[in-house]
């Protein structure tokens, strides 16, 4: 049977909430997984879950890492899979590689913080893409980069 590439979405965990948090990632690139195996446990301001793999397949890239806060619908990451079922989520490789080599790039080359989903926003709100602001404290719980860290970044940006 042919294969295909597909781009896994973070899943929606209902209209209130909107960001979740990685746990723990419990796949890496080039594992094989088989349909409803736990890919990561991710955690919302309400509950914690496991997500499952939607099809059997072989896991290309993850797109989130361990302490990353990630917005529902956004791809968390790619496999390639034979499951016609999920067709409607196959990618053209070639423009999304480059996108996912540009996205890899830019977040190597910014620090390694862990945001919080609030911090996300303000920067968000404000314009920018956090995952290539430079030069943050982070003063959050844990060394987090926190909503009152953004606002004094913005601040000092005037």
Known sequence: M????IDVPVPSMG???SELTVINLAVAPGAKVAKGQKLAALESDKSAFDFESPAE????AIMAKNG???TSGQPFLRMETSDQSLQHLAIATAKHDAEVAAHAASAASA????WTPRAIKMAQEAGL??????????TGPG???SGDDVAKYLANRK
């Open 111 to 114: 620090s390694s913080l862990v």
């Open 143 to 145: 060394g987090r980069v």
């Open 15 to 17: 209209a209130t909430v």
């Open 2 to 5: 042919p294969t295909f590439i």
């Open 129 to 138: 893409d956090h995952t290539t602001i430079t030069g943050l404290e982070a």
């Open 57 to 60: 397949g072989t896991v290309l």
């Open 68 to 70: 990353a806060a990630i």
